[in-house]
């Protein structure tokens, strides 16, 4: 019988199954802390203890060792053996020893499980299903929340995409290279730019239309996409201009390399239906740190110079900008 | 690292260094340029740079920083809810210390994913007071702990006697009513 009556009814009070009834995790112990009752619920958690002390680690009261410490504190917080924290509070019986009325807390949520307790283990008049079931609405409720936000989110991460695309090639555009130039001014990194611009273009638009136009930037920037490693950018930045910022690139050396690929690729004559598309580019080059202190700005004018340059010079040619500025 | 903490540490480090000092720490640290997203969850490494920008700007040692975080996280007026949620703990200071140990479970219960690191609260042999052993989990969360619970010793209006550890937090309580403490009612 996990509630005996002995000692009990003598106090001419509630009856034992009354007590029970009213608070299932209701503990009578005598002054000694010997266990006298114990609610069904709490027998669930501490079986069949034989005293308050062997069952619990009194937390609060801060080293309490006895029944009167109990009873003289507000508030009592019990730590089972198996780790379960129970708070609650104590009053004296009236023959020495006390009634001992403890709960879960928020501790319920994993007691329920531990347990395996039902709403029957649990007194009418506590809010503790209750607060099982918002716990588990607003569960529900967050899980749908995230989603939404996650899906806010993906939206938003593709619209800045799109924002930063060119609708035609799928490389960035103007805004995607002011972000990613900016970022490399800024940080100061040495870094390559390139200033491409199709030549003979618009004779392929006159001559075979303008899906043959579309065709022929399209793959103008797969080539130049090609050229490009991680880190690298690639934007379209007008009809048949382009700009590529390398980050990558060690050395004057280096960028006049991938200059002269650049040129030898775009010569190559590109398939159109039937047709054959023949362009050329011409390139103007900038390495950062042969114009330092120079803004974004400053190094795409130094590019278009170069790069009209690079036009008189005869087309199909990669020229690098004289060095300007304290860089000497 | 739950966006709730990155964000706290954004809101933070906003009003410690201002608009221009938190621009620094973005562009240092990388952390998303909007800001963090409540119920985002984002790579640690982003955190613990965050922390190492802001220690570089404010010359103050990392965990001083982050005691002020939790210091700054019950006691601004714009983090009145949590002060608000932590008094809830306990009737009196100690009764909120003991009731540390649910804060995890608490939190959990608001925000099902956000994990805490396991506080539990062991008598500290003696002397009188409690040690508050803080688990692994969240790098530094002792430290916001310390700042957190002396900012919640001077909301009761407790003297309290805290001495900070890298996984723990000594705590001897001096006098229970030292000063007039803040105003709490379970209404709010």
């Known amino acids: ?328 | 690292m739950h966006g709730l903490c990155n964000r706290a540490l954004q809101c933070f480090l906003c009003d410690r260094l201002g608009p221009a000092g938190w621009a620094e720490v973005l562009r240092q640290s990388g952390a998303p340029a909007g800001g963090f997203e409540a119920f985002g969850h984002y790579d640690d490494g982003l955190t613990v740079a965050m922390l190492a920008a802001a220690v570089a700007l404010t010359g103050q040692e990392r965990e001083a920083l982050l005691e002020d975080l939790g210091t700054w996280l019950v006691s601004h007026p714009s983090c009145e809810a949590i002060r608000r949620l932590l008094r809830f703990g306990g009737a009196d200071f100690a009764g909120f210390v003991f009731a540390l140990e649910d804060l995890p479970d608490r939190a959990r219960l608001a925000v099902p994913d956000l994990a805490l690191p396991a506080l539990r609260v062991v008598p500290d042999g003696g002397a009188g007071g409690v040690r508050l052993l803080v688990g692994p989990g969240i790098d530094g969360f002792a430290a916001v702990v310390a700042g957190l619970v002396r900012a919640m010793a001077d909301d009761y209006g407790t003297l309290v006697v805290l001495n900070a550890m890298p996984d723990a937090l000594e705590l001897r309580l001096v006098e229970a009513d030292f000063a007039e403490g803040r105003r709490f009612a379970l209404a709010g």
């Open chain 1, 1 to 328: 019988m996990l509630w005996p009556g002995d000692g009990w009814s003598s106090h001419g009070g509630a009856g034992p199954d009354a007590l029970a009834a009213l608070m299932p995790m209701l503990l009578h112990v005598d002054g000694a802390g010997r266990i006298l009752a114990t609610g069904p619920t709490l027998a669930r958690v501490i079986g069949r203890a034989g005293g308050l002390f062997d069952a619990f680690g009194v937390q609060m009261p801060v080293g309490a060792g006895c029944v009167a410490d109990l009873v003289a504190a507000r508030r009592l917080r019990l730590r089972a053996a198996d780790g379960t924290v129970l708070r609650g509070i104590a009053v004296p019986d009236g023959a020495g020893g006390a009634l001992v009325n403890l709960s879960f807390g928020i501790g319920v949520v994993e007691a329920v499980r531990r347990y395996d307790l039902t709403e029957a283990d649990f007194a009418p008049t506590e809010l503790t299903v209750e607060l099982l079931y918002l716990v588990e609405a607003k569960a529900a409720v967050t899980a749908e929340l995230r989603q939404l936000a996650a899906r806010i989110e993906g939206a938003r991460q593709r619209a800045e995409a799109e924002a930063q695309s060119d609708a035609l090639t799928g490389i960035g555009n103007r805004r995607a290279l002011t972000a990613a130039l900016d970022g490399l001014v800024e940080s100061g990194r040495r870094f390559g730019l390139i200033h491409v611009d199709l030549d003979h273009f618009k004779a392929v638009n006159d001559r075979l239309g303008h899906a043959a136009g579309d065709h022929v930037l399209a793959h103008a920037a797969q080539v130049l996409a090609a050229e490009t490693r991680a880190g690298d950018t690639v934007a379209r930045i007008g009809g048949d201009e382009f700009v590529l910022l390398l980050p990558s690139v060690p050395d004057a050396d280096r960028l006049r390399g991938v200059g002269e690929r650049l040129v030898a690729c775009m010569a190559r004559p590109i398939p159109f239906g039937d047709e054959e598309c023949r362009i050329a580019a011409s390139l103007g080059l900038v390495l950062s740190d042969r114009h330092r202190g120079a803004t974004g700005e400053a190094l795409l004018a130094a590019a278009d110079a170069a790069l009209y340059a690079a036009k008189r010079a005869g087309r199909g040619q990669a020229v690098l900008a004289q060095a300007s500025g304290d860089g000497g």
